[in-house]
């Protein structure tokens, strides 16, 4: 019976470590989804700051000192995004749909980069299409925050499931 007894407590504190691996790998892997939603987010915010910025330094008829930095950052996240890739510390993006729509945002992001530049070169600013752009891209940028929350949830729900 003792036998007996210490073998169910070494099967019992086997799938109790085996459980908290399991758990801690899951945390580990949220934390990377975290990261690559709050990176989408980022994009969402970067776009209305630089579409503010435009409007400033056509109103200051100079270009604002701070939108070229704004711009390189949100294309640097763009393609950041779009690669995903370990370095950045981001959970793939596994999200065919989800990928899709990144791809689809570059047109948007190489049309602000070319309004920058007409900017800087004191040409006229299409700002309406700017507006456009900037509203088609937030949609777009919305779904996508939306698909990788998803994709998360979905991932925990069959590991808790």
């Known amino acids: ?64 000192p701070l939108l070229p930095s704004l711009f390189e950052e949100w294309k640097h996240t763009h393609y950041t995004l779009l690669n995903n890739t370990r370095v950045a510390k981001l959970s793939p993006i596994t999200d065919p749909q989800a990928l899709s729509l990144i791809a689809q945002l570059s047109p948007k992001v190489s049309f602000v980069e070319n309004q920058l530049k007409q900017l800087s070169s004191k040409r006229a600013v ?6 456009t752009n900037q509203a088609a891209f937030l949609a777009e940028m919305n779904q996508v925050v939306l698909l990788l929350e998803k994709t998360s949830s979905d991932k925990l729900n069959f590991i808790v499931c």
């Open 126 to 131: 299409d700002i309406p299409a700017l507006n």
């Open 1 to 64: 019976m003792n036998r007996k007894y210490i073998i169910a407590v070494l099967i019992a504190s086997f799938v109790l470590v085996v459980n908290q691996v399991f758990i801690q790998y899951v945390l580990h892997q949220k934390k990377y989804d975290a990261k690559t939603i709050n990176l989408a987010g980022k994009q969402r915010m970067l776009s209305q700051k630089i579409n503010l910025e435009f409007y400033k330094s056509l109103e200051e008829k100079q270009v604002s």
